[in-house]
């Protein structure tokens, strides 16, 4: 009479029990993988929807104010003072500016390659305002790793006829040095000019200002602008502080993406310029899709390695039971 061979019968069981707690334990990775896919999903999305442009309030009534009554004029002295933008509109590289340095160059000087241009008109013995679109412009760019020279030119252009080389020398060597940067002197530019090609500039990039004879002094908005390397009109940033990410992006975009990193391609995907706001905002629907192609990409990289790794081991342990 035979018996069965209980010892292989025993070996067998706990192979199985083996290959059973692999495949478990596989199981467990992919669901793991599953859920980790899925919170970078939701966290995603939540940035998507966070990330939206807000949508100003509506205007309240005020139980101190008729509601029916209209605004006050504004002063005669600031009608008509504003920036309207022209945008994808090519300004005239002829006309003729003096640099720092007292040389009667074109326009066209500053505009070459690939290189956008940061267009700032100010005038530099303004007493307040045009200062503080200059230190805005410079507090921006300390913020980012592009340099000027090498990959933007910024051009300051003053609109006021009376301003001297000697003084745009001056205003040059100040932002120099506040700004700290080596090897970037070469990419800042402040240039004077005639009344004549001044007013053919600020006509061409919409900028409308106002002598007032009474205080000698200008009425002005606030606002730069980024043109392509070949002069046309691609970016307007208002009021005297820039975030260091819409100069970025407007900077890559006028470049043609010539200039940045793919992160920046990644960044104009999902962002997109607001004329009205001269600011850049999310596009809601371009984040879900990067989202949602994010959360492919990871469930089927965890998926691969594990259903890969659980692969070998089964192979390895049916190579032992032979």
């Known amino acids: 009479m035979m018996f069965p061979n209980t010892n292989w019968r025993a070996g067998n069981s706990a192979r199985s029990r ?20 899925c919170g970078v999903m939701f966290a995603l999305l939540a940035i998507a929807a966070w990330a939206q442009p807000g949508q100003p309030a509506p205007a309240q009534p005020s139980a101190m104010r008729d509601p029916n009554s209209k ?12 920036v309207e933008q022209r945008l994808n509109q090519q300004v005239p590289l002829d006309l003729v500016f003096r640099d720092e340095f007292s040389r009667s160059l074109p326009l066209s000087t500053y505009f070459s390659g690939n290189k956008p241009v940061i267009l700032a008109l100010v005038y ?16 921006s760019l300390k913020a980012v ?23 745009a020398a001056a205003k040059k060597a100040n932002y120099l040095q506040r700004y700290r940067r080596p090897n970037t002197a070469n990419g800042w530019h402040f240039l004077t000019g005639g009344e004549a090609s ?15 004879s009474a205080t000698g002094q200008y009425a002005h908005a606030s606002a730069i602008m980024i043109l392509t390397p070949q ?10 502080e820039y975030a260091p990410r819409d100069v970025r992006l407007g900077l890559v975009e ?22 009205a706001t001269g600011k850049y905002g999310a596009i809601a629907m371009n984040m879900v899709r990067f989202a949602g192609g994010t959360f ?18 089964d192979r390895q342990l049916l190579r032992h039971t032979r």
């Open 18 to 37: 083996l290959l059973a707690g692999r495949r478990l334990k596989g199981g467990l990775v992919v669901h793991t993988a599953i859920r980790t896919g």
């Open 71 to 82: 605004p006050a004029p504004l002063p005669a002295a600031l009608q008509n003072v504003t």
């Open 124 to 139: 530099y013995t303004c007493p307040m305002l045009c200062n503080m679109v200059l230190n805005g412009v410079e507090s």
């Open 145 to 167: 790793s592009l340099d000027p020279g090498r990959d933007f030119e910024v051009v300051a252009v003053s609109f006021d006829p009376r301003d001297t080389s000697e003084i």
């Open 198 to 212: 001044i007013k053919a500039l600020t006509s061409a990039v919409g900028f409308r200002y106002k002598f007032d």
């Open 231 to 240: 002069g046309k009109l691609s970016r307007y940033f208002y009021g005297v």
């Open 254 to 275: 006028a470049s043609q993406n010539k200039i940045g990193t793919p992160v920046d391609q990644i960044l104009l995907f999902c962002y997109h310029y607001d004329p």
């Open 296 to 313: 492919v990409l990871i469930c089927g990289a965890f998926l691969f390695v594990s259903w890969r790794r659980d692969w070998r081991k």
